[in-house]
């Protein structure tokens, strides 16, 4: 039974070849979006942008963050809790990424299975899907 709820901050950061950044926390083993916990007099963007910064040394303008909605999944890594996750996207060009705080690794996952990766409740359940949706709507009309 879930009896804790953690509000968190997340993106889906695209590269050139539409890969999804996704990152694993040390100890742990499922993947997950970049992001983090909303600290408290922080808007949901702010947590972001700060995590980003903390996390992968990424200066991501406010601007360019598209949000994408509020989606609740189970915690993937803390036990009896759910996630209530503000999802935000953006493209990334170039990017030069840097894992540093809690993370152990970072990798670029294709929007299409199979997924040769652990992934998280969120990204499974929520984020792949909407994301393969929003690519299958867009090939439609190009």
């Not at 050139?16 to 100890?27: D, F, M, P, S, W």
Request: aromatic share 4%; net charge negative; hydrophobic share 45%.
């Amino acid at each position: 039974m879930l009896t804790s709820r953690l509000q968190i901050a997340a993106i889906c950061l695209l590269n050139r070849a539409g890969e999804l950044l996704v990152v694993r926390k040390r100890h742990t083993q499922r993947f997950m979006l970049p992001g983090g916990k909303i600290e408290m007099g922080e808007s949901s963007l702010e947590a972001l942008i700060r995590e980003l910064k903390e996390e992968l040394s990424l200066s991501l303008d406010p601007k360019a963050c598209e949000q994408l909605g509020l989606f609740l999944a189970p915690a993937a890594n803390e036990p009896d809790t759910v996630i209530e996750a503000e999802l935000f996207m953006a493209e990334l060009d170039n990017p030069t990424l840097t894992v540093a705080a809690e993370l152990e690794t970072l990798a670029w996952l294709p929007l299409k299975p199979p997924y040769e990766i652990a992934l998280a409740p969120l990204l499974s359940e929520h984020v792949l899907p909407l994301l393969n949706q929003r690519a299958e709507h867009l090939s439609k009309y190009s």
